[in-house]
């Protein structure tokens, strides 16, 4: 009973199959943001950007196969167990909140250029 409980708390081992497609994400696109299609946080990050480019991909973590696994990687990975989950030219930003303090600092087109 006990192994039963603690398995809704820990997750399995993230395969190394998953990070290298992360990596190939991260590797190939200039915007990545890896989001939940009901968070509103993921919503206000994804307008943001839209409004600067519309060059970014977008991996909804709720609607994949694998998305949990996808998010426990990406904590290995960033440190990071939230979303959203944004990467600027192959370099971890963070979430909502980070992007919106380089919006507001004047730092965040300059990123996307």
């Known amino acids: 009973m006990l192994e039963y409980i603690k398995s809704w ?14 990596q190939s994400l991260i590797d190939s696109n200039k915007i990545l943001i890896f989001l939940k299609t009901y968070c509103p946080y993921c919503d206000s990050t994804k307008n943001l950007i ?16 694998n998305g949990r696994e996808i998010q426990d990687a990406l904590r290995e990975m960033t440190g990071q167990n939230t979303v959203p989950n944004v990467f600027i030219n ?24």
């Open 9 to 22: 708390f820990v997750s399995p081992p993230v395969s190394a199959a998953t990070k290298a497609e992360i």
């Open 50 to 65: 839209k409004s600067l480019t519309p060059d970014f991909k977008v991996v909804e973590l709720n609607t994949s196969n």
């Open 90 to 113: 192959k370099k971890h930003i963070g979430g909502n909140s980070d992007l919106q303090a380089l919006q507001g600092a004047g730092k965040l087109k300059p990123l996307l250029n």
